[in-house]
């Protein structure tokens, strides 16, 4: 066979050059494309996008279920990669062992070739073999099979025909093991495809004795390499196993274990998949270099250093590929392990953005998102790190206040959680009432998770630190629950009444709603039609009861709104973001006002009513399978569908302009969009909003087109750039890709939405407010079309308001009374919620206004500073010292910066008003004497009206005293006033010479 000697050509030198672990993924890869014909397809991310059972992509099989499952036909008959796996969770979950032996990982590579009925068993094995044995030259006597031995439960009879083919290749027979169902037969889950595999393991040891009895037990010097499943069967619910009419091969080798063996290496550590990762440990840490210490690591150092080359590999992967810490508790607990293990192993902080460089460097060349998006992973790192530490220095401190007084609690793992303190309260002040039935319930689960964010696992422990047992099937329905209020936009109450309406309808086998005419609409160039869709009635839901069967005739449905289930609709249900259509169901003579829709497991419910009918209580009595036409409202949907498309142009443009934007998700109305995301802390500024704005508007003016195409899950990984929704759950079929191609501003996203067909439709974008929750929930609103224009209309009108304000205040024609009337007037028309206007212009307008009001006030003050100061230089002109009573009060000056006007000369400032009196003197430095100083002057005042000296603060005692306001309401302490001030004038006149004033003179 030309493979068999092609692939001997790969490593003729593999005895004596250590090839690096790129060759050898390559030599992988190239022999299956390249000499087996097979087609490489790329690693999926390792957030799963349509599989709901597992948090990770955990196997090189995950982005072909849908092929297994036959949802779709194959992309190509043959196929080889090398897939990103993380186990961190459920069944595969190697994170506690990291770091405690040479093998295990939480960030793996499976290579893999399959074939989706290309070929079979005869050929999977042979190619293993050939590769193996005659690619990477392994001695095959190192080597070991296992094959399904069967099982009599299940009627299946042992896979002999794997074990002649491992005969016939040359197998002995004495290596050739069989094992049972646990070992050796594969399924994806409780039901579905599976069957039987066969595995080759190699001793580690090299020894030539045979060491079969050590295969399948946990023994590290002999592990399983690669494993090859024979997709041939199917299980149905009912736990039977029936064969598949297309078989299908899913082969998988560990690489780490691969490329330490063929590079000699007793532990994967050892390779230069993760030395380079230590060598930058030791470099930023200055820490002792790595030694591969086991069990006498002591010092826990060399643990340390696989812990965090294990896990940076983990963590950059993961957030490369999309994953969020706050929708993965997993995730967030690993980032915070390692900042632990920095700051107390290793004595430093920040070494995860360090290692990120070196992984990046590592793996990028396979896996380029990693060069892609470096800075977009460095950055959610630091503020990970950041919001554990100022964690650590708030909620944390009381936590450990509540553990000192309660040490079993010091086993509740994620004790950083904001929520835990106020959750474990809550808990506290209920547990009475839990330990009467010793069971932590569902719903009490659900409020520790909902509302304090505590995640199950800490539930959990909560539960178990008071030996209470923690229904987690309620807790997981209610989960349910909650995902499908959010998903319909209903109240728990409500969502839990219509689910039991629906498993009504299930039982009555009634059909669901085909809603695909809500796509089908055409661009005639002018305007958009919508089609009217001939429908009939198959459900009602009224008076809180379920009407789903032929033998209800009818009902008399008199409530102020009903539901009505048809088989088909043209109406959008309120999906993804975007409301639902408003229209009409003409039934008989009858006309029903669909106010909104909720589609739950494929029925489309419209609620509505009948106009005065129904409030008159003259509805005629309706009847299942009655006909009916359905009509959506035109203007309503294009004013949606103007603004989902609209939310897609703003959710490019924010991505280009702030690095490591996640939607969290959008609301899309006729009347305007919002666009919820989390830039890790990163604000918009004033100036990106102005660029944001520009973007969308360009985009606009280019009136390009917005094409849609339908993908399955396969396809949508082939295609590059697709803005996913983080942990959004997408179906394995008709995944809608929404595509908009401007030069500057191109956008791809997965969406169930209306959009319209050009974005010059659009017209004009503006935004309308911006805000923020906190330091991870970023909120935008904004509007397109009419709702944009009208805003900007008034937005302009308010602007040349302000223009005019400002013409009058820089020209004299007002004054400083009504100038402050009509800004306030302006100001509040920007900050009224009446009407809307473009968030920029408001800001604007308010930036402008408050510049406008500090010249105003400025010109004031100078008016107020200029007439003070004519009367203390008519004093200063004939005294050496100013004593001064103002009487009034002081509007724009404070009474510290009246005596400042006259630094070099003594001054002293009485002002009195409103029966409140105040005062203040300053004497310059060089005039300053034992006998006459600022504290000695200002107490002649003081002691008039029996005030007691208390030293102004910050200030020279000697330089400057200051009397605090006091109330002088009495008529003769008023008297007291002018008395004050000649006994001040006398002590200034007893210390001060009026040859100091020409001193003083000179120097101004």
């Known amino acids: 066979m030309n493979h068999i000697l092609s692939a001997r050509t790969y490593c003729s030198n593999t005895s004596a050059i250590k090839k690096s672990a790129k060759l050898i993924r390559n030599e992988f890869l190239d022999y299956f494309k390249n000499d087996l014909g097979h087609t490489f397809i790329r690693s999926s991310p390792v957030v799963p996008i349509n599989d709901h059972t597992v948090p990770f992509v955990n196997a090189g099989m995950n982005q072909f279920k849908g092929i297994f499952l036959d949802y779709y036909d194959p992309p190509v008959m043959k196929a080889v990669n090398s897939q990103k796996c993380i186990r961190i969770s459920g069944k595969h979950n190697d994170l506690n062992v990291v770091g405690s032996d040479t093998y295990h990982h939480t960030f793996f590579e499976m290579l893999g070739n399959w074939s989706f009925g290309e070929y079979f068993k005869k050929e999977a094995c042979q190619y293993a073999w050939d590769l193996l044995t005659k690619g990477y030259n392994i001695n095959k006597d190192f080597l070991y099979v296992t094959y399904f031995g069967g099982d009599e439960k299940l009627e299946l009879e042992p896979d002999l025909e794997c074990r002649d083919i491992w005969l016939n290749i040359g197998v002995p027979k004495d290596r050739i093991l069989p094992f049972g169902i646990q070992e050796n037969f594969w399924e994806m889950g ?118 965090l080359a294990d896990h940076s590999r983990m963590i950059s992967v993961a957030l490369a590929d999309g994953i969020i810490p706050e929708q993965s508790n997993k995730l967030r607990k690993i980032i915070r392990k390692v900042v632990d293990i920095g700051e107390k192993t290793f004595k430093k902080r920040d070494i995860l953005p360090e290692l990120a460089y070196a992984v990046a460097e590592n793996l990028g060349d396979v896996y380029p998102e990693l060069q892609n998006n470096l800075k977009t992973v460095q950055k959610i790192m630091r503020f990970e790190e950041e919001l554990y530490i100022r964690l650590q220095n708030t909620s944390g401190k009381e936590w450990k206040k509540i553990v000192a007084k309660r040490p079993e609690l010091a086993s509740i793992s994620e004790w950083a959680t904001p929520g835990l303190v106020p959750g474990y309260k809550y808990f506290q002040s209920i547990l009475d009432e839990l330990k009467a039935t010793n069971t932590l319930t569902g719903n009490v689960a659900f409020i520790l998770y909902d509302t304090y964010g505590l995640s199950a696992e800490t539930i959990n422990e909560l539960a178990e630190v008071e030996s209470l047992r923690f229904d987690s099937a309620a807790f997981e329905n209610e989960f349910e629950n909650l995902k499908n209020r959010s998903r319909i936009g209903l109240r728990k109450t409500n969502v839990d009444l219509l689910r039991r309406h629906v498993e009504t309808f299930k039982n009555n086998h009634v059909p669901k709603t085909d809603d695909s005419f809500k796509y089908k609409y055409i661009d005639d160039g002018n305007n958009y039609q919508f089609p009217t869709v001939d429908s009939k009635i198959v459900a009602l839901i009224g008076n809180d009861k379920t009407i789903s069967t032929e033998e209800n005739e009818s009902t008399e449905l008199n409530e102020d709104e009903i539901g009505i289930v048809l088989d088909k609709t043209v109406c959008y249900s309120m999906e993804g973001g975007q409301v639902s259509d408003k229209g009409f169901i003409c039934i008989k003579d009858l006309k029903f006002s669909i106010n909104h829709l909720r589609k739950i497991d494929g029925y489309a419910i419209h609620f509505g009513t009948f106009g005065q009918n129904s409030s008159e209580n003259l509805c005629d009595k309706l009847s299942i399978g009655d006909a009916c036409t359905v009509s959506i409202v035109p203007e309503f949907r294009i004013g949606v569908m103007q603004h989902h498309t609209g939310a897609h142009l703003l959710n490019a443009a924010v991505k280009q302009i702030i690095q490591g934007v996640y939607p969290r998700n959008s609301l899309v109305n006729s009347n305007f969009l919002k666009f919820r995301y989390n830039s890790f802390g990163e604000k918009l500024s004033h100036e990106q909003l102005k660029e944001i704005e520009n973007r969308v508007n360009n985009a606009i003016e280019a009136n390009v087109p917005v094409t849609t195409k339908l993908l399955n899950s396969l396809e949508l990984l082939t295609e590059d750039s697709v803005s996913l929704i983080p942990g959004e759950i997408y179906p394995y079929t008709g995944i809608r890709v929404v595509e908009i191609d401007v030069p500057d501003l191109r956008s791809k996203e997965a969406c169930c939405g209306t959009h319209v067909s050009k974005t010059g439709m659009l017209e004009y974008f503006c935004f309308l407010k911006y805000f923020t929750r906190g330091t991870c929930n970023f909120n935008l609103e904004a509007a397109v079309g009419q709702p944009a224009i009208s805003a900007k209309l008034i937005g302009e009108n308010i602007q040349s308001e302000v223009s005019d304000l400002e013409h009058e205040l820089k020209t004299g024609q007002v004054s400083y009374a009504i100038f402050k009337l009509k800004s306030k007037q302006i100001e509040n028309k920007l900050t009224a919620e009446a009407e809307p206007i473009p968030f920029l212009v408001k ?159 000179s120097k101004l």
């Not at 001064?884 to 009195?912: D, M």
């Not at 005030?947 to 109330?967: Q, R």
């Not at 309401?969 to 006994?983: F, G, P, R, T, W």
Request: proline share 5%; net charge positive; charged share 20%.
């Open 190 to 307: 409780i039901s579905g495809p599976c069957g039987p595999c066969t595995e080759i393991h190699i001793d580690y040891t090299k020894q030539l004795l045979n060491q079969s009895n050590q295969i399948s037990k946990n023994s590290p010097a002999l592990t399983e390499l690669w494993n090859i499943v024979f997709i041939q069967y199917s299980r149905l619910t009912d736990g039977t196993i029936v064969p598949l009419p297309k078989h299908h091969v899913d082969t998988g080798m560990g690489f780490e274990r691969l490329v330490a063996l063929l590079q000699g290496k007793k532990s994967n550590y050892d390779t230069d998949l993760f030395q380079p990762l230590f060598k930058t440990i030791q470099e930023y840490t200055k820490a002792p270099a790595y030694e591969g210490k086991f069990s006498n690591d002591k010092s826990g150092l060399d643990n340390g250093y696989r812990v």
């Open 843 to 1001: 800001e604007d307008c308010l930036m402008k206004l408050k510049h406008l009001n500090d010249l105003a006030w400025t010109q004031e003050k100078e008016i107020e500073k200029s007439s003070i100061n004519v009367d203390l230089s008519n004093i200063y002109s004939t005294f050496p010292f100013i004593v001064h009573c103002i009487r009034k009060k002081l509007l724009y000056l404070s009474l510290e910066e009246v005596v400042s006007l006259y630094p070099s000369t003594p001054i002293l400032i009485i002002v009195y008003h409103d029966d409140t009196i105040k005062a203040w003197c300053s004497v310059p430095q060089e005039i300053a004497s034992k006998q006459f100083n600022a504290k000695n002057w200002m107490n002649v005042v003081l002691k008039t009206f029996n005030v007691k000296y208390h030293p102004t603060t910050g200030f020279n005692p000697s330089l400057v005293a200051s009397m605090k306001t006091m109330n002088i309401s009495d008529a003769s302490q008023k008297d007291l006033i002018q008395k004050a001030i000649e006994k001040a004038k006398m002590f200034a006149f007893a210390h001060v010479k009026y040859a100091q004033k020409s001193v003083s003179e």
